[in-house]
């Protein structure tokens, strides 16, 4: 079974400096790796993925996430953080094996807040 | 905007009721899957559609059913409502080629906000 962790609840950054999404996963084999963020009364918005070659994933809005294969990780980052960054941020994984539908398995959010 | 549309925005059931939630897809898009979210929780996956056929299937009981229509739209049916299923409901539109879906990015509509009282 596939699963994702987010270890922390709530992340909290001063504007303008780095911030850092952490997420760890599990799955049988090689795993798509997806990051969703959402904002309050909406539904959730495409920010990443990660399918194959270049660990290094650049997405939406200056966002970028590493894969790292043998920590299971894969970690959201932004060199540098917006009061409107502040969100719901989700981590999603789902295997390769074919069938089963294209299933996300995703994590329970991680609530940023950027403050000035 | 993902161009994937919801319907209700908001809806009120009591226990034992039925409801249907309907959702359009993005435009070229044929797959749809549906995830409830409960207050605090991640999406959870309920199931996925693709070519009007039922293609996976979360751990949901079946009074949770859906369609696919040949526009791809879909509806959500939940029969015999309890105070649980009140939830965020998402669908997601995604376009998967020959062989079915696998890696493709599903794109996210606002959601049907359920209340069951």
């Known amino acids: 079974a596939q699963s994702v962790a987010q270890p922390e609840d709530q992340v909290n950054v001063a504007e303008g400096n780095p911030l850092t999404v952490k997420c760890t996963y599990s799955v049988s084999g090689n795993p798509y790796l997806f990051w969703y963020v959402q904002y309050p009364n909406r539904g959730l918005q495409f920010l990443l993925k990660?399918?194959?070659?270049?660990?290094l994933v650049k997405g939406s809005y200056g966002f970028e996430a590493e894969f790292n294969k043998s920590q299971t990780s894969f970690h959201l980052k932004k060199p540098s953080a917006l009061v409107s960054d502040s969100a719901l941020y989700f981590c999603a994984v789902r295997d390769r094996k074919r069938g089963g539908g294209n299933k996300l398995t995703f994590g329970t959010g991680t609530q940023l807040k950027v403050e000035l | 905007e993902t161009g994937v549309t919801q319907s209700p925005t908001h809806l009120i059931k009591t226990r034992g009721q039925q409801v249907t939630l309907r959702c359009s897809s993005q435009s070229g898009h044929n797959t749809v899957s549906w995830y409830q979210q409960a207050l605090g929780q991640g999406p959870q996956f309920i199931f996925q559609?693709?070519?009007?056929?039922?293609?996976g299937r979360g751990n949901f009981p079946p009074r949770f059913s859906g369609l696919q229509f040949p526009n791809y739209s879909s509806e959500l049916n939940v029969n015999a409502l309890e105070l649980d299923d009140s939830a965020l409901y998402l669908c997601?539109?995604?376009?998967?080629?020959?062989?079915?879906?696998?890696?493709?990015?599903?794109?996210f509509g606002p959601g049907t906000r359920l209340l069951v009282l």
């Open positions: 990660y399918i194959t070659g270049d660990n």
């Open positions: 559609y693709y070519r009007e056929e039922e293609n």
């Open positions: 997601a539109s995604s376009l998967a080629l020959a062989g079915g879906p696998t890696q493709e990015t599903q794109y």
